[in-house]
């Protein structure tokens, strides 16, 4: 499955306004009037830690760069244009997508 930067984009959206909804309901005092909950799916749950996981994910994986810069340097490094035109393809048509 391809998931398209703009659906990530949109469903941060989502979460923070979550996020700020729950941090200005949580500084309010209590009020006699009956509260709204909102209750989320075990999948919304997972997605929290997830989200942490992966803004504490390195931009850049060395281990790859390194991989590949020895391969460059030693001139065994092979690139499959078929597998980076499907990649792109992928790419664009995932871009595409309706949000």
């Known amino acids: 499955m391809i998931i398209s930067g703009s659906q990530i984009q949109n469903i941060m959206k989502i979460y923070n306004e979550q996020?700020?909804?729950a941090k200005s309901a949580s500084g309010k005092s209590v009020a006699a009037t009956p509260k709204d909950?909102?209750?989320l799916s075990s999948k919304a749950q997972e997605f929290g830690p997830m989200l942490e996981k992966l803004k504490n994910m390195p931009e850049v994986r060395q281990d790859?760069?390194?991989e590949i810069s020895q391969s460059?340097?030693?001139g065994s490094y092979q690139v499959d244009s078929g597998a980076?035109?499907?990649k792109m393809i992928g790419r664009l048509m995932a871009d595409q997508l309706p949000d």
């Open 64 to 66: 790859k760069v390194q």
């Open 72 to 74: 460059l340097q030693s």
């Open 19 to 21: 996020n700020k909804v």
């Open 84 to 86: 980076v035109a499907n």
């Open 37 to 39: 909950e909102v209750i």
